[in-house]
């Protein structure tokens, strides 16, 4: 088992030693009152996110824009650092809604969550992260990593399996062909390839255009377009909290969608300026040309529906990863009824 897997099993046993005294709790409002997101009431939604990044603009768009107070959700936006630590959030109560690789959802069936965690809207349809390399490289070819160090990702996350996932669609075994260094914390490799480490490094953003800006580094190849269309981050919340409280998913999507058609009618610096308060640190210009590349590779899911052959896609990559013990049924993990 995982490390991961073991975290989550972990946090879905604890999680449901406190049921019993969660279970008569309703929606968290100003007032104290239970009540969703109707005329005359605000309630109060804790999100905790997997990271914090500008692959994840539609979200920031919607809360940036007042789209989720229209509404009547008072959004809490919290970073979790981590699909385990997203998930135990959620699993614990301490979140209501979360957003991270799906991937996190089928680990927790599997190792037994009685109140399963449901996704009901999907994100991102393509990986987000990009190939660093030390020199630009026009011509890339994946066989050329072979033989070679990469900084990667977790075993059993999104980015690390979509990684393997294109090594072995251009026959690369992950194993022996290359050395994917996958200690790294998450949001630590781009230092780490700015300090020496590793001939190629698999990056989010800003962190690739920061290594290139500094002329530490070149994207040399997108993942996101390598891989095709993989359903990489989706909301999802427990199957109690969408029963007691459908007003509130229902509107927590339709802020989500404006968020998402906004970000396809704007201007790649158009949706910097909306979104310049969530990324203080960032300049918008360099914003600017991050969003321009997700949108170039089309990355954002415009109808948010989560759909069965995008499933089925991202168990067989689990399977093919090693991380899968049962493939649970689509209607038992998915949800369109608020996205459609």
Known sequence: MGVLKKKLLAAALAA????????????????????????????????????????????????????????????????????????????????????????????????????????????TQRAGNFLVGREADENFRWEKLKGKDVLGGRDGGMPE??????????????????????????????????????????EFEPGATALEQEGDGY?????????????????????????????????FVAAL????????????????DMIAPQFKDTDKETMAIIIGRYAEQDTWKRDLVFEEDAYRLLLDILEEAGQLSARPDYEKLVTTEYAN
């Open 16 to 123: 449901a030693m406190v049921v019993p005294v969660l279970s008569g709790c309703g929606s968290r409002t100003e007032t104290g009152e239970e009540g969703g997101a109707v005329a005359g009431k605000t309630t109060k939604v804790v999100l905790n996110e997997v990271a914090h990044s500008l692959f994840y603009a539609p979200m920031y768009v919607a809360i940036e824009e007042g789209y989720f107070k229209e509404q009547g959700i008072d959004l809490e936006l919290v970073t979790g650092f981590g699909a385990d630590k997203t998930m135990t959030a959620v699993l614990s109560g301490d979140a209501d809604i979360g957003f991270m690789g799906p991937e996190t959802t089928v680990y927790t069936c599997n190792e037994g969550a009685s109140d399963l965690v449901v996704n009901f809207a999907q994100l």
């Open 257 to 272: 969608k404006k968020g998402m058609d906004d970000v396809y009618s704007h201007t790649p610096e158009e949706v910097a």
């Open 219 to 251: 994207v040399v190849a997108s993942l996101g377009v390598d891989s095709g269309y993989v359903p990489y981050t989706a909301f999802s919340a427990k199957e109690s909290y969408m029963k007691e409280h459908p007003e509130v998913i229902r509107g």
């Open 161 to 202: 399996m979509v990684f393997e996932y294109i090594l072995k669609k251009n026959g690369i075994d992950p194993e022996t062909d290359l050395n994917i260094d996958k200690s790294i914390d998450f949001g630590s490799t781009a230092a780490a390839f700015s300090g020496g480490q590793g001939d190629f490094s698999v």
